[in-house]
């Protein structure tokens, strides 16, 4: 078992900045890529920044230069930085970890229970 608790998230104006944070714990398991996603209010989830296994980081258009997205592998965490931000930008946050490499060559595909971000105007 594999779980994802994120933290971090909270109300603040816009400009202003948030630091998001996913740790992952479990016994005798390995992660592929992690990443963050977001539901804005009434819409679909969507891809926020991603970090492959190798640490190469990913961004959507509309985090590009603004968000930065931190892997520590050796202690399965995951942060995400987030600056400048602006009312378009409220949304559930969600931590992923996928694939995640269990015991007896199982896989499966992991997720935070969300943390929510609030900028207003």
């Known amino acids: 078992q594999v779980q994802l608790v994120e933290s971090g998230g909270g109300l603040v104006q816009a400009g202003g900045s948030l630091t998001l944070s996913c740790v992952a714990s479990g016994s005798s398991f390995s992660i592929g890529a992690m990443g963050w996603y977001r539901r804005p209010p009434e819409k679909a989830r969507e891809l926020v920044a991603v970090v492959n296994s190798g640490g190469t980081p990913y961004y959507s258009e509309s985090v590009k230069g603004r968000f930065t997205i931190i892997r520590e592998a050796a202690n399965n965490t995951l942060t995400l930085q987030m600056n400048n931000l602006n009312p378009q930008d409220t949304a559930v946050y969600y931590c992923?970890?996928?694939?995640?490499?269990?015991?007896?060559?199982?896989?499966?595909?992991?997720w935070g229970q969300g943390t929510l971000v609030t900028v207003s105007s």
């Open positions: 992923n970890a996928s694939p995640v490499k269990l015991p007896r060559d199982r896989y499966v595909d992991v």
